[in-house]
């Protein structure tokens, strides 16, 4: 798989303006702001082929990216954000829903959550449906910069108990900013996919 190869491809917000292919799909959940574009651009050593947003909210349909034909990455609207109409967040949430639903090639969810604070019930809501839906996820706590390296250990221990994390799935801190936890979730990624 080269890299170097990657394009966004479409933007949809219902499955008829899907990409029509059977490509294998890794989603990337969470709330608004929690990095799930950054780390698109983390992970494929681009500045801005996912558009980072200034604001919360920034993302609002699904947008699909193609890594060199073999594989996509899909960046989920943001769930969560509190200033945004009861009415918007029923179509974001929809739009959510309806992808995970019923997409076939979806092999992996990335789920985020920011590694400074207790994830919220939207998190809750959002990891146990992965999980009841026997769906192949790893969980990245986002924005380690943020914190000092001796925090980690127990950021990573509460957002495991708080979400209800079970043996065996793996949890990675993740910084875009400095660029950290990429190795090993792309080895993750590789496994998993397979
Ligand atoms: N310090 C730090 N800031 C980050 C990191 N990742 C993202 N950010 C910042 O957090 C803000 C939101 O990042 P996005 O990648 O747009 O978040 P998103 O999850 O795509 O947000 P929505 O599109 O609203 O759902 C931006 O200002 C980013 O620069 C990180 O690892 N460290
Ligand atoms: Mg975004």
Known sequence: MNLNNAKFELSAVKPAQYPATSVPEVAFAGRSNVGKSSIINTLLNRKSIARVGAAPGKTREINFYNIDQVLYFVDLPGYGYASVSKEKKSTWGA????YL????QLKLIIMMVD???KPTEDDKMMYNWIV???LQHIVVASKADKISRGQIKARLQEISSTLGIEEGVTII???????????ELWNCINNMIV
Do not use: M
């Not at 739009?95 to 309806?98: P, V």
């Not at 639903?101 to 076939?104: E, F, H, I, L, S």
């Not at 801190?173 to 190795?183: A, D, I, L, Y």
């Open 95 to 98: 739009i959510i829903e309806t």
């Open 101 to 104: 639903n019923t997409r076939q």
């Open 115 to 117: 590694i400074r604070h």
């Open 132 to 134: 009841s839906n026997h």
């Open 173 to 183: 801190p993740f910084s875009s900013e400095k660029r950290t936890g990429k190795e």
